[in-house]
């Protein structure tokens, strides 16, 4: 989604804010800008597109300045929509959504101002220049106090010293220290150089000046701790694969290995050891590729611990007034963490008297506040768009959390069948460019469909968004019982069908959609870990998965089909890191 850069120091500022937000490109956005502040004022460069359409803006002088990445909210994405946004003596970028922008641009308009742009993050200029009264911070607090919804925003202004002034709300900001000047960043990547590093918490504020970083709230000036710094700040590198998304789906054993949790042998989680001991019902609230873990995590605590698991779209949850029950956990999934929708819902749920659990991808990201409990994918950053490792470190972890609650509730279970993933995932990684043989009929068709039954529907659905995503294919996942009630319509000569089968038991179920599609011209690409299936008449193509526990089969079952969407995107010609129109971590409703 939408990124923030700025530098205040001794070098020229714009080369520092292109490279800034070249290392925010990851994010997904449609526009770009910076403002450096010269002595004639502002120089302001903005541009539709990539961020490489700013490179003429390389030469700016001035220490100070501000740049931003845009993904469309409010108004087309353009040039006269991109930040920063200028009024007045002020430049501002924002992340985030001002819900009431609508009466405060009205406000503004009856005092005879104009609007250069159809955002909301225009706004905040116009009631920075209204309420200054010489002293920025405080217009800030004053202009933050009128905002309704989410942002991260920084600001500088052209009278006065090079300064940079932050505030946050619902939308991340970190500020930090760098040798040559001080930054301010809405993720770690783009302040990688920075020795120190600070997190902004809701409704805090920093200025930036004079080498000097200071803290405030709207009460007053605060002390913040220093941020504790991993991996997570590597400047992210390809390491010779082509893209991304390729580099991260070989991570994939890796992940798993470093995200299964033997909640018995670990005392740290003692504490959430004994929630498990107490929970009658649970909750999964996430999105997209989350969601899909979710519907996962569903069969394997269902079948394992026998306690009835309710799965919901975060965005769903937040408005259905949800019910719940004493002794409820809920797992909130979010990669990033950082999720609108999926923060709103754990925010809720807790509200409600549930104990919250977060998984997530992403050390001290918002959903860690919320959380009484945190548990962390050790999947390593993820930046291509497209989930891919941190989906099959999710369920890692959260088949975890199914042993755990099975063990906890006195019924058999065995991590064991866990410890053996890494290797089999590594086994079924060996094998994915074997896809490549129907990308061509993929690539060419006008719709593809997903069918799985029991576990196998999660990865019909996980495999079926990946395509969409990155591929732009239509494309729909079912429960393969689901076909013959209407998709069935749809199914013609060459249109291809995917069938995850790897549940034995309902083995000869699946494959009457199988024949189904066979015999109205459909091919069937078969993923199964049952050999004999895949000699079948009706299977156009197949994959053959290691065996392993059926239950997790998803974690394996999904890697050919993140390749199938992977190998389909680059030979439709698009960039399978940056899919059009989407965005890593959706920080607005
Ligand atoms: C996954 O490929 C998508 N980019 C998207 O569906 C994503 O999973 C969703 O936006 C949720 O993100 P989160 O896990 O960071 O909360």
């Not at 962390?376 to 993820?382: P, S």
């Amino acid at each position: 989604m939408c990124g923030i850069i700025g530098y205040v120091g001794k070098e020229p500022a714009a080369p520092k804010l292109i490279l800034g937000l070249k290392r925010l490109e990851y994010r997904g956005y449609d526009s770009a800008g910076i403002a450096v502040r010269g002595k004639e004022g502002f120089s302001v460069y903005k541009r539709k597109g990539r961020v490489s359409g700013l490179e003429s803006a390389k030469d700016l002088t001035g220490g100070c300045g501000i740049g931003h990445t845009r993904w469309a909210t409010h108004g087309e994405p353009s040039e006269r929509n991109a930040h920063p946004h200028i009024y007045g003596k002020f430049a501002v970028v924002h992340n985030g959504i001002i819900e009431n922008y609508r009466e405060l641009k009205e406000e503004c308009r009856a005092r005879g101002e104009e609007f250069a742009s159809d955002t909301d993050s225009e706004i905040v200029a116009h009631l920075l220049a209204f309420y200054d009264g010489g002293n920025v911070l405080a217009a800030l607090k004053t202009v933050c106090a009128r905002l309704k919804g989410s942002y991260a925003l920084a600001v500088m202004c052209s009278d006065g010293e090079d300064a940079l002034y932050v505030a946050r709300r619902k939308s991340p900001m970190i500020v930090g220290k760098g040798e040559t000047g001080l930054y301010a960043a809405s993720d770690v990547p783009a302040v990688a150089e920075c020795g120190e590093l600070y997190s902004l918490a809701d409704g805090e504020f920093a200025v930036l000046k004079g080498g000097d970083i200071r803290f405030y709230t709207a009460e007053g000036e605060i002390r913040k701790e220093k941020m504790a710094r991993g991996s997570a700040e590597d400047i992210p590198e390809k390491g010779g694969y082509a893209h991304f998304m390729l580099k991260e789906m070989y991570e994939i054993p890796a992940s798993i290995a470093n995200s299964l949790v033997d909640f018995e042998e670990n005392s740290r989680f003692l504490a959430f050891n004994i929630v498990l001991c107490h929970t009658e019902y649970i909750q999964i609230v996430a999105c997209g590729t989350a969601y899909h873990s979710g519907i996962a995590a569903k069969y394997a605590i269902e079948r394992l611990a026998r306690i009835p698991v309710e799965v919901t779209v975060a965005s769903e949850y937040r408005y259905c007034n949800p019910i719940v029950k004493e002794n409820t956990l809920v797992l909130a999934i979010s990669q990033s963490g950082e999720t609108a929708d999926t923060l709103a819902a754990a925010t809720l749920a807790k509200e409600r008297g549930a104990t919250v659990a977060a998984v997530t991808n992403v050390r001290d990201s918002s959903i860690t506040r919320i959380a009484h409990f945190v548990l962390y994918t050790n999947a390593g950053r993820e930046i291509a768009v497209a989930a891919t490792k941190s989906f099959n470190a999710q369920l890692a972890l959260l088949y975890s959390i199914a042993v755990a609650l099975a063990t906890a509730k006195g019924r058999a279970a065995r991590f064991e069948a866990l410890r053996v993933l890494p290797s089999l995932s590594a086994q079924t990684l060996a094998g994915i460019e074997e896809i490549k043989k129907v990308v061509p009929l993929f690539a060419e068709a006008d719709s593809v469909y997903f069918i799985g039954r029991g576990a196998d529907h999660c990865a019909a659905l996980e495999g079926s968004l990946k395509l969409k995503e990155i591929s732009y294919l239509p494309s729909e996942g079912y429960p393969a019982g689901e076909l013959k009630h209407g998709t069935l319509a749809l199914i013609g000569e060459k249109t291809p069908v995917v069938a995850i089968l790897t549940q034995r038991a309902l083995a000869e179920k699946t494959m009457n959609a199988v024949s189904e599609v066979y015999a109205r011209g459909g091919k069937v690409l078969l993923v199964t870990n049952i050999p004999e299936l895949a000699a079948r008449e009706e299977v156009f193509e197949s994959v053959l998965l290691p065996a392993c526990e059926e239950l997790f089969s998803p974690i394996l079952s999904v890697i050919p089909l993140q390749a199938l969407a992977y190998y389909t995107a680059v030979f439709r010609g698009n960039d399978p890191d940056k899919p059009r129109n989407l965005a890593k971590s959706v920080t607005v409703e």
